[in-house]
């Protein structure tokens, strides 16, 4: 997925860059500036596969009940709800500054301070189904 900022004024651009990397350093991210492509498309994905042993994999999963499973789901989508949170607060912010954040996903390209919280979840969810 890709976040494109966007705005008239090159500081007030730099500034929005800086707090998003910021954050993204909170949450323990590297956040990698690319140049725009051409196009609007989103064909520059990333593609963060990790190969993992399946016969572990497969271990793993036998291993531990359902119930915990179902704890760990619910928690990782709290964890993710609160930056997903964090992060259109801060695309909000920009936008009072006249800076534009978009989020590019295989849906089209959205403003990002116009999306809820599990809006957002779900698109990030749709392109990691779509790049797997």
């Given at each position: ?50 190969v993992i042993d399946p016969v572990s994999l497969a271990a793993l999963a036998l291993s531990i009940p359902s119930a915990a499973l179902a ?62």
């Open positions: 997925m890709i976040i494109r900022v966007e705005g008239s004024d090159a500081e007030q651009i730099a500034a929005a860059r800086h707090r998003l990397e910021q954050l993204g350093q909170r949450w323990g991210l590297d956040l990698k500036e690319t140049t725009a492509p051409a196009s609007s498309s989103a064909e520059g994905r990333h593609d963060n596969n990790k704890v760990i789901d619910l928690t990782d989508r709290i964890k993710k709800r609160r930056r997903a949170e964090q992060l259109i607060e801060q695309a909000a912010q920009l936008a009072t500054q006249h800076v534009t954040i978009t989020l590019i996903s295989q849906r089209g390209a959205l403003e990002l301070a116009g999306l809820q919280p599990d809006q957002l979840l779900d698109l990030f969810a749709a392109d990691n189904d779509a790049s797997t």
